[in-house]
């Protein structure tokens, strides 16, 4: 199959398919194993995962390995498609520059709800439509990341990111994975690490907090400058000395990501 080009299959007519977008930095996959691992769930989820069902097969580290040593990438992204007849490897950039963490992200509570009874809610699946749509119609508000809340009113996750928050005793925060999120890799490892844990935040509750930031495997930790309510109410973040922190957590975690 050439590059880029697909198969119809259920995973183009109903989006019955899962991806994964891995930084990738002097052609290293950074925490590939937990993408794959994704990968993997998302696939037994949708009931891809039998190499003998629907024709679909799971992607192996070593077919990562493989496309980057004949696409070799410095800094930038490697996105795995898989669906019922198809696994694409693709190569994007990286978006992400040191002017954004600078400036900090501005975030706004979007009107679309996170539906947490939805298997689609929890995987990378290609029913995209929600994230991009608002991510697009924020965009043309100079809004960075639309931010969703689930049927209970309570924070999820942005658009393509996770949230986190800093509480005025310095303790970090992420939404639980049952108020309906894709749990990030980067999410994971702030985690298993015991950076963060997890609650259930309401909008209400925004203001009780000093920091906020997003996390990404393309963006990292990204900073959150202010963040506009459905009232349009403003939360403004001015201090980052705990985000600075993780951040530079994070980057030593993936110098020894990339020394393994």
């Known amino acids: ?16 398919g899962a991806f994964e977008t891995i930084a990738v930095e002097e052609n290293r996959p950074l925490f590939l194993k937990e993408h794959l691992e994704r990968l993997g769930q998302a696939l037994k989820t949708l009931g891809l995962s039998d190499g003998a069902r629907n024709g679909a097969l799971f992607v192996t580290a070593g077919q990562v390995d493989s496309w980057l040593d004949t696409h070799p990438v410095d800094r930038g992204a490697l996105k795995i498609v898989v669906s019922q007849k198809n696994i694409l490897f693709l190569e994007r950039g990286n978006p992400y520059t040191e002017a954004h963490y600078v400036q900090g992200f501005q975030a706004a509570v979007s009107e679309i709800r996170r539906n947490s009874t939805s298997p689609f809610t929890y995987i990378k699946s290609l029913n995209y439509g929600d994230c991009i749509l608002e991510k697009r119609r924020a965009k043309e508000t100079g809004i960075d990341e639309p931010l969703f809340l689930n049927e209970r009113n309570e924070l999820c996750e942005g658009a393509v990111s996770n949230l986190f928050f800093v509480g005025k005793d310095g303790t970090v925060a992420t939404p639980k994975v049952s108020c309906g999120l894709l749990p990030g890799v980067v999410r994971r490892v702030l985690l298993e690490h015991g950076m963060a844990g997890e609650a259930v935040i309401l909008p209400e509750e925004l203001g009780s907090f000093s920091e906020a930031f997003l996390t990404n495997s393309l963006m990292g930790i990204m900073p959150v400058s202010k963040i506009i309510g459905q009232g349009g109410e403003v939360i403004s973040f001015g201090k980052r000395t705990v985000t600075e922190q993780i951040r530079r957590f994070y980057e030593a975690v993936k110098r020894e990501e990339m020394m393994r």
């Open 1 to 16: 199959m050439k590059r880029g080009m697909i198969e119809p299959d259920d995973g183009y007519y109903f989006g019955l």
